[in-house]
C-alpha cells in the first residue's frame, strides 16, 4: 500500500500497516525525524491518485478549510482509495489553533466528495461526558501532586463506571462524544 499520513509527526498507527507498506509518506507542517514532506493538508504537493490510503488523525481541528482539506486529500487518493480520520467532537480547546469541532452532519459536508462516508463514535454521552469531566479535571486542578492523586483514584473509576454503564445499557447516544473515527472511500 501506499500511504500518505497527514499530520504525520508521530505515527501512532504506522505499525498497523508495517507488513502492506510499500510506501509511507509523512506531511505535517512541522518538521520532524518522522515528517517526509513539510507542507498543509490543504495545498497537498503530490500528483493525483497517488495513495491508496490517507490517514489523518486529529488534524482537521486546525486546518483553516477542512473542506478544502478533504477534497485535497480525495484527489490525491486512488479511485477506490480510503481516508482514515478522527475529529474531536465534544472536547476543550487544545491549543490557540484549533479551530474546529464536528458533528456527523458535519464531517458527511466535508466529506462530499467521498462515496461512501462510516462515522462511529468513540463512546456514547455518558462515556463521553465522564472523559470531559476527566479532562476538565486535568485542566482545572492547579497542584501536579493533586493532580497525580486524581490521575491514579477518581479519573482511572469514573472510566471504568463509563465504560460499564456503556456495556450494560448499550446506548447510542452520541451528542457528548468526544471524537468520531471514520473511513471514507472514494
Same mark, same amino acid.
Given at each position: 500500500?501506499?500511504?500518505?499520513?497527514?499530520?504525520?509527526?508521530? @505515527?501512532?498507527?504506522?505499525?498497523?500497516?508495517?507488513?502492506?507498506?510499500?510506501?509511507?509518506?509523512?506531511?505535517?507542517?512541522?518538521?520532524?525525524?518522522?515528517?517526509?514532506?513539510?507542507?498543509?493538508?490543504?495545498?497537498?504537493?503530490?500528483?493525483?491518485?497517488?495513495?491508496?490510503?490517507?490517514?489523518?488523525?486529529?488534524?482537521?481541528?486546525?486546518?483553516?478549510?477542512?473542506?478544502? &482539506?478533504?477534497? @485535497?486529500?480525495?484527489?490525491?487518493?486512488?479511485?477506490?482509495?480510503?481516508?482514515?480520520?478522527?475529529? &474531536?467532537?465534544?472536547?476543550?480547546?487544545?491549543?490557540?489553533?484549533?479551530?474546529?469541532?464536528?458533528?456527523?452532519?458535519?464531517?458527511?459536508?466535508?466529506?462530499?466528495?467521498?462515496?461512501?462516508?462510516?462515522?462511529?463514535?468513540?463512546?456514547?454521552?455518558?462515556?463521553?461526558?465522564?472523559?470531559?469531566?476527566?479532562?476538565?479535571?486535568?485542566?482545572?486542578?492547579?497542584?501536579?501532586?493533586?493532580?497525580?492523586?486524581?490521575? &491514579?483514584?477518581?479519573?482511572?473509576?469514573?472510566?471504568?463506571?463509563?465504560?460499564?454503564?456503556?456495556?450494560?445499557?448499550?446506548?447510542?447516544?452520541?451528542?457528548?462524544?468526544?471524537?468520531?473515527?471514520?473511513?471514507?472511500?472514494?
Amino acid at each position: 500500500m501506499t500511504i500518505l499520513d497527514v499530520g504525520g509527526r508521530y @505515527q501512532p498507527y504506522r505499525p498497523l500497516f508495517e507488513s502492506r507498506i510499500s510506501k509511507y509518506l509523512a506531511l505535517d507542517i512541522l518538521q520532524t525525524n518522522l515528517v517526509d514532506v513539510v507542507g498543509s493538508g490543504e495545498a497537498l504537493p503530490f500528483a493525483n491518485n497517488s495513495f491508496d490510503l490517507v490517514i489523518a488523525t486529529q488534524v482537521f481541528e486546525y486546518f483553516s478549510s477542512p473542506r478544502l &482539506a478533504a477534497d @485535497q486529500i480525495h484527489t490525491v487518493l486512488k479511485p477506490g482509495g480510503m481516508l482514515l480520520m478522527s475529529v &474531536a467532537a465534544f472536547a476543550p480547546r487544545f491549543s490557540d489553533d484549533d479551530r474546529w469541532r464536528f458533528t456527523p452532519a458535519g464531517i458527511r459536508t466535508i466529506l462530499g466528495s467521498f462515496g461512501k462516508v462510516e462515522i462511529i463514535p468513540e463512546v456514547s454521552s455518558l462515556g463521553g461526558f465522564i472523559r470531559s469531566v476527566n479532562v476538565g479535571l486535568n485542566i482545572f486542578v492547579r497542584y501536579d501532586f493533586l493532580r497525580s492523586l486524581l490521575s &491514579a483514584t477518581v479519573r482511572p473509576l469514573a472510566n471504568l463506571i463509563g465504560l460499564g454503564y456503556e456495556r450494560i445499557n448499550g446506548t447510542k447516544n452520541d451528542q457528548f462524544t468526544p471524537n468520531y473515527s471514520v473511513l471514507a472511500i472514494k
